[in-house]
């Protein structure tokens, strides 16, 4: 898929997928396990991000402790992304959360942008975008134009699933931003989901199928 698109492949990660596409998997469930799948993600996510050292003392001695230095942001696609949300705020204690809300036009299958609450300072921030599904890639292209309008310049998007005609779309507007995914699906069909895919993540996790 090119060196962008970086597939998070663990076997804990292909257990959680297969527990999110089975259609019997109850409401309590689908969101534990987003939860717990978004954890795994954030770790290999977030494996570039710098560190300065400090000294600390241990009960013995002192010697050098770590801390974050780059500035985080976590900016979820509204709904949908808040899914996603408290499983990397587990390990990115320090980051900062904005929002972003996005709907796709039934109709003409475009992103609609009704939202917006971004912290500022994101020009010197590393920013995570967040959303379930990358399927045409409108939703995640419309973001990253926005945030670069912003002036972020360091962005990284985040999805459990991806379809190729999205990351292709994505990459078209956006070479430089890498894609993270746990699994990259078959193609989309006629009404523009993902398949195999998940359903529509946002209604399976909050319950309004």
């Keep these: ?29 689908f969101r534990d396990t987003v939860n717990e799948l978004s954890t795994l993600m954030a770790y290999e996510v977030t494996k570039d991000i710098n560190v300065q050292t400090y000294e600390i003392h241990t009960p013995l001695e002192k010697t050098e402790g770590y801390f974050v230095s780059d500035q985080i942001v976590i900016i979820p696609i509204l709904r949908a992304g808040l899914g996603i949300l408290d499983g990397f705020l587990k390990f990115l204690h320090e980051a900062r959360v904005g929002m972003l809300g996005l709907y796709r036009d039934h109709r003409t299958h475009e992103p609609v942008e009704y939202y917006s609450n971004i912290p500022s300072g994101i020009e010197n921030s590393v920013v995570i975008l967040i959303d379930p599904m990358l399927a045409t890639g409108g939703s995640a292209i419309m973001a990253v134009d926005y945030l670069k309008k912003l002036g972020a310049k360091k962005i990284k998007f985040v999805c459990l699933i991806a379809a190729p005609e999205g990351i292709e779309a994505f990459h078209a507007k956006h070479p430089s ?33």
């Design 1 to 29: 898929m090119g060196k962008q698109v970086i597939i998070i492949d663990h076997p804990l990660i292909k257990r959680n997928i297969s527990i999110l596409r089975d259609k019997t998997t109850p409401v309590n469930q």
């Design 177 to 209: 931003v890498p894609v993270f995914t746990a699994s990259v699906d078959r193609c989309l069909n006629h009404n523009k989901y993902i398949l195999p895919g998940l359903g529509d993540a946002g209604d399976r996790f909050f319950g309004t199928m």
